[in-house]
């Protein structure tokens, strides 16, 4: 999250925020959770306590800069969990979310220039995607 926003360039910014609801906002981004090849039965602890605590950051200090989430290649369970848990959740969260358990249908949602791993025409992933490196010189690509 902190590459997407430094990409934003948020304090140098000169595009002007539509009204609400009355076009897209600059200073917004998409994002896409691949859960291709996660296991939610054997994750370690520390995993899931991570996920719990970048969960609670974003919702702190990045609410509105996420315009929409599109889950992908998420396990049938997960589905049906998350399905009981939206009773839970406000209406503008759960209306800000897609999940499917097939990524390559993304292209659906998102126009054919995605990368060609979610059904669209453009580069594969692997080169195209920004990676985290967990090391001491953080790369941004």
Do not use: C
């Not at 902190?2 to 009355?22: F, K, M, R």
């Not at 702190?60 to 369970?77: D, H, I």
């Amino acid at each position: 999250m902190e590459l997407t926003i430094a990409h934003l360039d948020l304090p140098n910014t000169t595009s002007q925020i539509p009204d609400y609801g009355q076009g897209l906002d600059p200073l917004q981004v998409l994002q896409v959770h691949d859960y291709q090849s996660v296991s939610f039965f054997r994750q370690p602890g520390e995993i899931k306590q991570a996920s719990t605590e970048v969960i609670d950051l974003f919702q702190r200090y990045y609410p509105e800069t996420v315009s929409y989430k599109y889950f992908v290649n998420v396990p049938l369970l997960m589905q049906w969990m998350m399905g009981a848990m939206k009773a839970l959740m406000s209406k503008d969260s759960v209306r800000k979310m897609t999940w499917t358990s097939d990524g390559s249908t993304l292209y659906q949602y998102l126009g054919k220039d995605i990368p060609r791993d979610y059904g669209g025409h453009g580069p594969a992933l692997a080169s195209s995607a920004w990676t985290v490196k967990y090391d001491d010189a953080m790369d941004d690509r």
